[in-house]
């Protein structure tokens, strides 16, 4: 079994910069609310450079680089420019996620089955680099042994459809959700691949995901933005984390 009582929190600042660019200057600044939430006891940052820009920029990743003394987890798509970006910075982690220009979040997990061998030669040198690799992918058989056969070190699962379900009251849906997550996170862990989760998750959906013993790290975005606003990003922290060790325990 894995270490039960270390859970990670990584707190992704993007909707930060998404606050920032709705303006155009440099307020709320997203390094700012690194540094806070790492004197608050997040274990890692997470920002995810979009193709777009729509949100943190090249600017922002340089700047995370020189100031965190927590891991960063880069965000990308598996893309040249992207690999480039990686390799020049060569942050502590990177996970590779889909991406669509149209969509307003990354909405699935990315389809490795099908992409074998041009993944697998994308994540070597970004491997041979010193980053840990992870795939953000769905809770699917096909896709994590996939994602294990390509020499990822981690996967993390999408938390979307879990959370989705919950947020519309499909409760039957968020329950056979859970059960595969479950599945997965002990199937993930059997193959030796570490164990992430996240997207969409609140202090109501956070406890049945921090509790599965597989799960290492959780990263956890627009709901503490968002909590942020009302009780600021400190306690939001706070509370977060508290509900994953309580789960934990
Ligand atoms: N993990 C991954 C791989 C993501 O792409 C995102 C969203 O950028 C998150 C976690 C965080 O999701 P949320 O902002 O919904 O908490």
Same mark, same amino acid.
């Given at each position: 079994?894995?270490?039960?009582?270390?859970?990670?929190?990584?707190?992704?600042?993007?909707?930060?910069?998404?606050?920032?660019?709705?303006?155009?200057?440099?307020?709320?600044?997203?390094?700012?609310?690194?540094?806070?939430?790492?004197?608050?006891?997040?274990?890692?940052?997470?920002?995810?450079?979009?193709?777009?820009?729509?949100?943190?920029?090249?600017?922002?990743?340089?700047?995370?680089?020189?100031?965190?003394?927590?891991?960063?987890?880069?965000?990308?798509?598996?893309?040249?420019?992207?690999?480039?970006?990686?390799?020049?910075?060569?942050?502590?982690?990177?996970?590779?996620?889909?991406?669509?220009?149209?969509?307003?979040?990354?909405?699935?997990?990315?389809?490795?089955?099908?992409?074998?061998?041009? +993944?697998?030669?994308?994540?070597?040198?970004?491997? =041979? @680099?010193?980053? #840990?690799?992870?795939?953000?992918?769905? !809770?699917? $058989? &096909?896709?994590?042994?996939?994602?294990?056969?390509?020499?990822?070190?981690?996967?993390?699962?999408?938390?979307?459809?879990?959370?989705?379900?919950?947020?519309?009251?499909?409760?039957?849906?968020?329950?056979?959700?859970?059960?595969?997550?479950?599945?997965?996170?002990?199937?993930?862990?059997?193959?030796?691949?570490?164990?992430?989760?996240?997207?969409?998750?609140?202090?109501?959906?956070?406890?049945?995901?921090?509790?599965?013993?597989?799960?290492?790290? +959780?990263?956890?975005?627009?709901?503490?933005?968002? =909590? @942020?606003?009302? #009780?600021?990003?400190?306690?939001?922290? !706070?509370? $977060? &984390?508290?509900?994953?060790?309580?789960?934990?325990?």
């Amino acid at each position: 079994m894995p270490d039960a009582g270390k859970l990670r929190l990584g707190v992704n600042i993007d909707h930060v910069a998404t606050v920032r660019n709705a303006r155009g200057g440099a307020y709320p600044d997203p390094l700012r609310a690194a540094k806070l939430a790492e004197e608050a006891g997040a274990d890692g940052i997470t920002a995810h450079l979009r193709e777009d820009r729509r949100h943190i920029s090249d600017a922002d990743i340089d700047g995370l680089m020189d100031v965190l003394t927590v891991p960063l987890n880069f965000e990308m798509a598996a893309t040249d420019e992207m690999q480039r970006i990686a390799l020049r910075h060569r942050p502590h982690a990177v996970c590779i996620v889909p991406e669509k220009r149209e969509e307003k979040t990354t909405e699935g997990g990315l389809e490795v089955a099908r992409e074998e061998n041009r +993944l697998a030669h994308f994540i070597a040198p970004l491997r =041979e @680099a010193g980053c #840990r690799v992870s795939i953000f992918i769905a !809770a699917d $058989m &096909r896709q994590i042994e996939a994602a294990h056969r390509i020499g990822a070190q981690v996967i993390e699962l999408h938390t979307g459809a879990y959370c989705d379900a919950h947020a519309e009251g499909r409760f039957d849906d968020r329950d056979a959700e859970l059960e595969r997550m479950r599945e997965m996170s002990a199937l993930a862990h059997s193959l030796g691949l570490e164990v992430h989760a996240g997207h969409g998750l609140t202090y109501e959906t956070v406890k049945p995901v921090a509790a599965f013993p597989e799960v290492m790290e +959780l990263n956890i975005g627009h709901f503490l933005i968002g =909590e @942020a606003i009302f #009780r600021g990003l400190t306690p939001a922290i !706070a509370e $977060m &984390r508290r509900l994953m060790d309580e789960a934990r325990a």
